[in-house]
């Protein structure tokens, strides 16, 4: 009874959240755009599925993905857990014996952004406007990359304490030399992705994590330490999206080579 009534009362908020929205919209389109809204019958079904669906995926954030991090991370940094599986036997815990937590932060990272729908939409979109020229499972791969190392290496700071902005200015260094040699037409499509990418999938669990990783390690802040894993899955697919349009230049450029020698080999022969 009390998990329908904390249902109802997230869909209750979703409903006023979404409330502004409408409110717009309908105003717009009756007074700029002028005349009735269309298939507004269909219309008004969708936002009552909107409103529903929202609830109920808050509700799921709330007892299931936030919680599961916060264990994961948990049983990750026990110091039962961590003994046991430590590199180094003697001496105190540092950042090297925390390499599950890495492993973990990484898989969550890769396999959540797979499973992200804005990301499949654009990845499908980019294959059909660049006429096959970008690959809709090599783009979802790439981001994916760039989301797992990036998560990964926010928990590294997380554990070692090191300020977020070295990290995120580092990266942004990175990515302004890359902008300047990677392929013009990868450059907006790589500065999109990491926005696409930290979504309804992945926001949520890596949230939960970095929470949960803050809370379980000594000496950290939850407020300071916690937050500041969904800019690193936000910059570094950047990172990795520019990195594969350059890879896919100098492919390129081998095959042609590869063709060209092949071509004087073939006159060579036809000369002898």
């Known amino acids: 009874m009390d998990l329908i009534l904390e249902t109802l009362q997230f869909i209750g908020n979703s409903a006023i959240d979404v409330m502004p929205i409408v409110i717009f919209l309908f105003a717009f ?53 961590l003994h046991a599986t430590r590199v180094s036997v003697v001496g105190p815990l540092n950042w090297g014996d925390y390499h599950w937590v890495y492993i973990f932060a990484a898989a969550i990272g890769f396999s959540t952004t797979l499973a992200e729908p804005a990301l499949i939409a654009v990845s499908i979109k980019a294959n059909s406007v660049s006429g096959g020229a970008i690959g809709v499972w090599g783009l979802r791969v790439a981001v994916a990359i760039g989301v797992g190392f990036g998560v990964s290496l926010g928990c590294y700071r997380i554990i070692s304490g090191l300020p977020l902005h070295y990290f995120i200015a580092a990266g942004y260094m990175v990515v302004i030399a890359q902008t300047i040699i990677a392929p013009k037409m990868i450059v907006p499509l790589a500065y999109d992705s990491g926005g696409v990418t930290t979504s309804t999938v992945t926001v949520p669990l890596i949230t939960a994590l970095g929470l949960g990783l803050a809370e379980a390690v000594p000496g950290r802040s939850p407020l300071l330490d916690g937050f500041g894993l969904v800019a690193f899955a936000s910059l570094f697919p950047i990172i990795s999206v520019l990195a594969y349009g350059q890879l896919a230049v100098l492919r390129q450029q081998i095959d042609f080579s590869d063709h060209e020698h092949d071509e004087l080999q073939e006159d060579k022969d036809h000369a002898l």
């Open 29 to 81: 389109q009756l007074f700029v755009i002028g005349g009735r809204i269309p298939k507004f019958k269909r219309i008004a079904v969708g936002f009552v599925f909107v409103i529903v669906g929202l609830g109920l995926f808050l509700e799921g954030l709330e007892h299931t993905l936030f919680p599961l991090g916060r264990l994961m991370a948990q049983q990750l940094t026990d110091p039962e857990f």
